[in-house]
């Protein structure tokens, strides 16, 4: 059998079409290709089925608050806090290690505690001094070694207002951190000194 022949034989075969020739060929790679786009389809449709699943899975969850008297009490590491009344969008981590809370104008706050500083081998000072580096400049700065807590506010990088406190025990530690626009400094300054007044940290920290 000559070689053309047994081609055409392969391609009649294969597509198991009666009709000799190219034509066949022809409908055969149509075929395929229609069943490559149907399939590239499907699978396109089960990518955005599992994405949607994916998105609609919450990696946080929206803490329940009283708008006239907002407060937050952590389960995890037993600190607790109050702020002013407001509108806020109220979140808890999916690691439930605290909260972060926006007033959707610029203010973030964040409230949260951690495990065992002694771990990572950092003194209170060491931690003052890494935290000093998230300030472009530091416009306050206070230690207290027996009150176990250190502060800093300034400027970050995109020049918003930065305040941090944190309670360092040799336990746990826990932290406030505030961010908002430096134009709104004399509303938010309130909320920060109110928030900072009503936070009890958990654990060993003196109260």
Known sequence: MRPAVRMAVRVRFFCNEQKAGWRSEDRCA??????MKTGRSAAF???LVLILLCASVPRAEDVPHDPKAPSYANSRYGFSLQWLPGKYSVVESDNGDGITVKDGKGLTMLAYGGMDPATFELSIEDAMSEARESLKQVTYEKLDRKGCWFALSGYAEDGKIRYIKCFYGPSECYTLEFTYPAKARAEYDKFVEFAVRHF???GDIPK
């Open 30 to 35: 149509r075929s395929r290709e229609k069943k």
């Open 45 to 47: 449709g089960l990518c």
């Open 200 to 202: 009890v940290p958990g």
